[in-house]
């Protein structure tokens, strides 16, 4: 079993910056990707930031130009460096990364909350 532990949740106002980490049971060289996703109350899971072995990412458009996915490969962890905050990025965020190999598949998180106030 592959395990995922995020931190760096909280409370920050409107504009704030905040920095998620999520650190990977499994080595850099099983990991083919890991991303974020967040969950807003009633609203169903969205994809927010994907980087892949290569260092490649990708952005969600409502994030794009605020948010910043990085990752330290001696470490098997990913970070999202989250700038200009707004109310609507209120969610728990999660953590998920696809492996390879012997513990092919993809997993989760627990989630972290994040909360930006008016």
């Given at each position: 079993?592959?395990?995922?532990?995020?931190?760096?949740?909280?409370?920050?106002?409107?504009?704030?910056?905040?920095?998620?980490?999520?650190?990977?049971?499994?080595?850099?060289?099983?990991?083919?990707?890991?991303?974020?996703?967040?969950?807003?109350?009633?609203?169903?899971?969205?994809?927010?930031?994907i980087i892949f072995s290569g260092g490649s990412s990708n952005y969600a458009d409502s994030v794009k130009?605020?948010?910043?996915?990085?990752?330290?490969?001696?470490?098997?962890?990913?970070?999202?460096?989250?700038?200009?905050?707004?109310?609507?990025?209120?969610?728990?965020?999660?953590?998920?990364?696809?492996?390879?190999?012997?513990?092919?598949?993809?997993?989760?998180?627990?989630?972290?909350?994040?909360?930006?106030?008016?």
């Amino acid at each position: 079993q592959v395990q995922l532990v995020e931190s760096g949740g909280g409370l920050v106002q409107a504009g704030g910056s905040l920095r998620l980490s999520c650190a990977a049971s499994e080595s850099f060289f099983s990991i083919t990707s890991m991303g974020w996703y967040r969950q807003a109350p009633g609203k169903q899971r969205e994809w927010v930031a994907i980087i892949f072995s290569g260092g490649s990412s990708n952005y969600a458009d409502s994030v794009k130009g605020r948010f910043t996915i990085s990752r330290d490969n001696a470490k098997s962890t990913v970070y999202l460096q989250m700038s200009s905050l707004k109310p609507e990025d209120t969610a728990v965020y999660y953590c998920n990364a696809d492996i390879w190999g012997v513990k092919k598949g993809t997993y989760w998180g627990q989630g972290t909350q994040v909360t930006v106030s008016s």
